[in-house]
């Protein structure tokens, strides 16, 4: 879920109560199971007696569903049908899969769209055939933006102001390993110029190889992303450069043409920075 730059405690019409409910339902991961409260504390960073009032709270709300053999919580349907809804409302997932699935086929590897959810990119659309078995996502599945095409073409798609206020949560996130990880960002801006798509080789997973490819449309909505990936023996960053990437990208431009959408403008914004001097991603306030 995209955030806005206020913070709860200045934004008066901030619903703490609401925000620490969600956060809860949002600790469960799709292949977690069963959850406590001492777990949901820990991933929430909420106090303990708070959790449990909240759990409490979405049982009674038919958002949870307690198991009291083992005094743990599994995902009621009601919150599921959240998700579903939400599944059902996004366009662009059911739009795109016959270009994705055409991609998979040509490239043989795994074809995904998402959107973003704090400092991850969310799976909402996933295209995998028997090539990819290297590559164990699906609906639900997360990706870091400041390491994976996926997010790092998303990163790229953004305006400037949006995309210093992400740098700001990249960087409070991910604290001491901010520096490494801000050089992999700033190299991907340098690709994204140059080719119009971002890659990763490696730096997500050491045995993944992906590229990425942003979407932006002209109803305000997203950005999203689309990624193409397989094990990096296959997916090498030549190829990616001169094979996968351009597939992908030319996949999105005709994704757009059918969306009645908008090309994004990172490339020819990039293109501008670099021009003027110094690595692309020193032009958004904070990346130091």
């Known amino acids: 879920m995209k955030r806005t730059g206020k913070k709860p405690a200045t934004d008066r019409n901030f619903v703490v109560a609401l925000s620490r409910g969600l956060d809860v339902l949002r600790a ?9 409260n001492q777990e949901i504390a820990f ?17 009674k709300l038919g958002y949870l569903t307690p198991v009291p053999r083992f005094e743990k919580y599994q995902l009621a349907p009601a919150a599921l049908a959240l998700g579903y809804a939400a599944l059902a409302n996004l366009g662009i ?12 086929r040509a490239t043989g590897g795994a074809v995904a769209v998402g959107g973003r959810d704090r400092q991850s ?5 996933q295209s995998r055939g028997s090539e990819t078995v290297g590559v164990q996502l699906d ?17 790229w798609a953004l305006d400037e102001e949006e995309r210093a206020s992400l ?41 993944i190889g992906a590229a990425g490819v942003a979407l932006r449309l002209n109803d305000g909505t997203g950005p999203y992303a689309f990624n193409c990936g397989a094990p990096a023996f296959r997916f ?23 969306l009645g959408g908008i090309a994004p403008q990172f490339k020819k914004e990039a293109g501008k ?9 020193r032009v958004a306030e904070g990346i130091r």
Do not use: C
Request: without cysteine; charged residues 25%.
């Open 28 to 36: 469960f991961q799709p292949n977690d199971g069963l959850l406590g």
């Open 43 to 59: 991933r929430t960073n909420l106090p303990k007696p708070t959790v449990s009032r909240l759990t409490y709270t979405l049982t």
């Open 93 to 104: 997932r059911h739009l795109s899969e016959p270009f994705r699935e055409e991609v998979m």
């Open 121 to 125: 990119m969310i799976y909402f659309g």
């Open 139 to 155: 609906v639900g599945s997360r990706v870091p933006i400041a390491t994976s095409a996926m997010g790092r073409a998303y990163f």
């Open 167 to 207: 740098l700001r949560d990249l960087r409070e996130h991910y604290g001491s390993r901010w520096p490494k990880l801000r050089d992999g960002l700033e190299r991907s801006g340098e690709t994204v110029a140059k080719y119009g798509f971002a890659i990763s080789v490696g730096d997500w997973h050491d045995d």
């Open 236 to 258: 090498t960053e030549e190829r990616l450069i001169t094979d996968i990437g351009p597939r992908l990208l030319a996949m999105v431009r005709n994704i757009e043409a059918a």
């Open 273 to 281: 920075k670099l021009k003027s001097g110094g690595k692309v991603a």
